[in-house]
């Protein structure tokens, strides 16, 4: 691995392994951020951020390390994600529920990785139910 800058836009995304929702997260994360597959880092484990997630920041840090060095490209993007639906990392919990420990999580990751004099980082929610995909992003408008 080389130790020079990326050159390209990048991104994080971190989200639960359910297989029926991670395709759908990734499609709306590259539509909304008009990343490609490479790149971005992809951070998957169960129950997404408000789960396991979130006792295992060495990912997310090492990525936001990586997206402030970075030279070009304009901003960092930063996914955080989780479903409802029955997701095995919160049994028994209803998706108010998950969405709002995924809405705790996700200000606190606003706070933890910050936009920087050289690169604004651009913050994205994600939760997937069955439904659809409920998105929100920090700064809102850009
Ligand atoms: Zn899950």
Aim: glycine share 10%.
């Amino acid at each position: 691995m080389s130790n020079e800058p990326e050159r390209m836009p990048l991104g994080f995304l971190q989200m639960c392994i359910d297989k029926r929702f991670h395709r759908a997260i990734q499609q709306k994360f590259e539509l909304e951020t008009r990343l490609l597959t490479n790149q971005y880092w992809l951070h998957a484990d169960v129950g997404g951020t408000p789960g396991l997630a979130k006792d295992r920041p060495d990912a997310a840090d090492y990525c936001y390390r990586k997206l402030i060095e970075a030279t070009g490209g304009g901003a960092g993007h930063m996914g955080w994600a989780a479903h409802g639906s029955n997701c095995g990392g919160f049994e028994g919990v209803d998706d108010a529920t998950i969405l709002s420990k995924l809405r705790t999580e996700f200000e606190q990751n606003v706070t933890r990785y910050p936009s920087t004099s050289s690169r604004p980082i651009v913050h994205h929610l994600f939760f997937a139910t069955a439904a659809g995909i409920t998105y929100d992003r920090v700064p809102r408008s850009q």
